[in-house]
């Protein structure tokens, strides 16, 4: 029976660009396959009960093609499809970090509605619609059903999506585990009708399959609105669909999400901004950044005709002299062609580059939230008795710009404190943000709460054990934006440890620990003055009294003293 | 100039499956396409020195395919190869774990020699050759030179390699950081010579390029070498690849390895027992792991012409009765042909399954070390006074049934410790397997770290902080086997937190731990005896004396007297 189940497979997946690789692979000397079946066997020792010796033949023939999709089915929790809950929040989150990045693209502010409806006990369906630009028809199917598609990885610029998997992972677990296609509604043009699209994925392909289409109305000019059923389970507080739209309110604050959750409540975080952010540009990758084995396949691909114009047009911060430059030190021709470079002058060249000084990547490709909007953002949902924010200036790892924000609101009551008992507080909330997108999920496994614990917060007054998060009614905000976040699963919850990008991290939260320091050293001096104000209100009637005795005082003279001594006494304190 | 490199890019992915595409979807309406353009753009606001406003036209056309190899280029930490001394391990592991696989698959007892050369400060070559099989010429570059191909994925049955990534994605990292091709030496066949391969990967296509090919000579009948070439970094201690080879010797005592370090030493692990492990066996899913999604799915694509017979055939532990009982509960005609299911039926039939009392699924799918064996592997790498070993009986976690090994070492002399001093007591070295490879890193994420840390070691005699590991001389090795190991990563460091599996690591831990309590309890009884019997020894004499005063006894009396109690008081001990 299970033969008979494998040829089946088998045959299935042979079409999946089979014809191609018959080019690539040249040879296949076929009569080496037939006779090796009694060797093998005579080198192994027969055991009953389990399972039969196979040959280099046999183990040949059960090779074959895993599709991507049929990977990541099986491998659902790399994606952050784990659990219910957590996979319902994932599908939203996806589908919300598209719209956003399309409005942006497009310079529309954003306006996005979110939806949730309970359709049974484990079924909910998931609505989100944005004012967009809309997407091009023949686009749908590939963008809603079919993993690794999309515009951004291959461009080095700041932005929430960048793995091409994202929202069609959210359609193939949804149609996994409920069986329902993916549906969208899209119009690019407010001179035409939407386009409806119910899609779903050929996981054993890896390709998108149109179940129905037909054109329909929409209410916005243009936009996009996909629909989503999947198995999940719904429920409120921390890493929660309610938690992740209020933290993406915070950190976009030129947006407004409207959102109806499926218990029936309905929020609305209006926009506080009502300009765009800063709109990143694409760059071209920077020479510090790129290995051996990459430096050889860009120039044997290049157009470019000569050597130097190869680095010059191919990478950033290289000019033609530099280029020249480089070529020179690696002592190869600048006019040689390089789609002749040979490994070891590719070597050569890869050592020129990494002994030459050059510029910095350019950083228009990043852009901060900025130090007012995270203050605001702060403000919009915590309320506290004091705010810090910074964004620190861009820099680069492995070759990639990026740069670090942090905001820090001190003393708000929570559930478990009352803001004073010293007993009762709570650890520092840490939230932390990547290209504006909030991450709810592996807080340990990430840089940034590595940067947090790290840092003394002592020195700024707080308490904290070895190793942990410090303690307090302090919310910490830490926002990494760059052209390609090193995320340590495609699931995208947790920032890899690369130096740099700690050490930013650190610094940023140092430039806010500073401002918090000061702030609590002067909470501390202003409670010793008024514990010190109260003992000289409390004495100095008795002073007065003491001196009327000795210097034989009347009354209104004792007054007078009285108040003068407190004048000086309040003057000599500084607050 | 972005413009004609992102063209470039485009004519080279264009050819990637480009052709079947056009088949699956359907309509393309062009045109929508050209008159959009000016809609888009007056919604939205033009801004200076920043990206131009995009277009749904404009996106559509950056929108491309994103080949997986480039993909895990880009993510390589994804991978294992995060930093050139976890590459340079993680290479090494995954040519090992293959050439494990291939040897156990044709029941030949595995003899494997690595070695790893140093080629200058940062380049290294790794070679593993192996007594297996041998590999059929025409598999060799998809193997070596192309993700996500593989036999195993597809079969339920354990393995060390699942996922058809790990050796090609070996050799692209190889590719990418010194430019070098991966050559392979086969040989399947003792009457014909071997064949010499350099093949590499074509990153923006997934495809392998053979680069050089011929005939060769080998000194073995039948088997495979691997030479691969990456930039790397050797440096002993934990994590090292010493390390792995150490554990793996452990790990598979049936198993002759023989590893030449690149700093000259040679070491050589003799196999202990001379026959082939429990060789597993491939089953077909079980019902209850089978998602409404894939129910649907797996029924349409049937050759079964009955529905009972689908169930009974597709599945395993279902008859032929029960696959008609379960129709008959889903209110479905068992006679039914599958393909015609709707998603409505299926979900009647999922639903039906679940509550369907069905046996568990067969275990032959998966064998255990063995205790003996276990025992005997933490005997040859710690000298230890304790051991202890236990093997539970195979278990499921979502349809996939797995089990759990556990082995004890107690009292052993390390570095940091003398064996005494209870300050100087290091932390429990845990040492982790799955399917017999160990796990070198990421082990806080990992749910056998979690199930060590939810232990109450104090229970078994040893002190623990909370959410800490145990203090003391201890190692701790745990072994999961399963058809499918749900790791956190495609590097495989660590283990998903399923409830299933963390329970069992836990119930083995125990096992082992109410072992190590008896004895730990035994020897310190031992000492409180022998503390006891010094009291006896010194006071005894003393006790002789004052009875000869009271009783004025003679000292011949005095002598049998004292032997007498000391003989007493020793019986009343008990040991």
Request: with cysteine; aromatic share 8%.
């Amino acid at each position: 029976m299970t033969k008979e189940i494998k040829n089946k497979k088998n045959q299935m997946s042979f079409d999946f660009d089979g014809s191609s690789e018959a080019q690539t692979i040249t040879e296949e000397p076929e009569e080496t396959v037939k006779t090796n079946k009694k060797t093998a066997k005579s080198e192994s020792e027969p055991r009953t009960k389990q399972a039969d010796a196979a040959t280099a033949e046999s183990m040949a023939a059960k090779q074959r093609d895993i599709s991507v999709s049929e990977f990541f089915a099986k491998n659902r929790h790399l994606l952050g499809f784990d659990n219910p809950r957590k996979a319902l929040l994932t599908a939203v989150k996806e589908a919300v970090d598209n719209s956003l990045d399309a409005c942006e693209e497009a310079h529309i502010l954003p306006d996005i509605t979110v939806t949730i409806k309970q359709i049974s006990e484990k079924k909910f369906t998931i609505i989100v619609k944005d004012n967009g630009p809309g997407i091009v028809d023949k686009q749908i199917p590939n963008i809603f059903a079919k993993l690794l598609y999309g515009s951004k990885f291959h461009s080095l610029k700041m932005s929430r999506g960048q793995q091409g998997i994202g929202i069609s992972a959210a359609g193939m677990y949804g149609l996994l585990t409920t069986g329902e296609p993916v549906q969208i509604i899209s119009r690019t043009d407010r001179r035409k009708k939407a386009s409806h699209y119910h899609v779903q994925i050929d996981t054993s392909k890896n390709k998108p399959m149109i179940v129905f289409d037909e054109t329909c109305d929409f209410d916005l000019p243009t936009g996009t609105q996909v629909i989503i059923t999947i198995e999940g389970k719904y429920q409120k507080g921390k890493q929660s669909v309610d938690d992740y739209i209020a933290q993406t309110a915070m950190s976009n604050p030129h947006t407004t999400i409207i959102y109806n959750a499926p218990d029936g409540e309905n929020y609305k975080y209006e926009r506080q901004i009502k300009k765009l952010p800063f709109l990143p540009v694409e760059i071209k990758p920077h020479p510090y950044g790129v290995e051996l084995g990459l430096l050889y396949k860009m120039a044997r691909e290049s157009t470019a005709k000569r050597l130097s114009l190869f680095l010059h047009h191919d990478f950033s911060r290289v000019s033609s002299k530099l280029g020249a430059d480089i070529c020179k030190k690696a002592k190869l021709s600048p006019t040689s062609r390089p789609v002749n470079l040979t490994i070891k002058e590719a070597e050569q060249l890869h050592t020129a580059i990494n002994e030459t000084k050059i510029m910095a990547p350019p950083v228009n490709c990043i852009g901060p939230i900025g130090e007012n909007e995270l203050e605001h953002g702060m403000k919009r949902t915590v309320e506290a008795e004091f705010y810090a924010a910074c964004s620190r200036k861009p820099t680069v790892y492995r070759g990639n710009p990026f740069l670090i924000e942090a905001a820090i609101a001190y003393g708000f009551k929570t559930e478990q404190n009352n803001g004073d008992d010293p007993d009762k507080q709570p650890q520092m909330e840490l939230k932390r943000f990547a290209n504006r997108v909030p991450l709810l999920y592996q807080q340990s496994a990430c840089a940034i709460y590595k940067a947090a614990v790290d840092t003394n917060w002592r020195n700024y007054g707080m308490s904290q054990s070895k190793g942990a998060l410090p303690m307090g009614s302090v919310a910490l905000m830490i926002h990494i934006a760059s052209v390609w976040v090193p995320f340590t699963s495609e699931s995208k919850e947790a920032i890899a440890h690369y130096p740099e990008i700690v050490k930013e991290i650190k610094l940023a939260i140092q430039e806010c620990g500073r401002k918090l320091g000061m702030y609590l050293r002067r909470q501390r001096r202003i409670k010793q003055e008024m514990a010190k104000r109260g003992y000289i209100e409390t004495y100095l009637p008795y002073i007065g009294e003491a001196l009327q005795e000795i210097l034989l005082l009347k009354d209104e003279q004792v007054k007078t003293v009285v108040t003068r001594l407190k004048d000086v006494l309040e003057k000599t304190r500084q607050i």
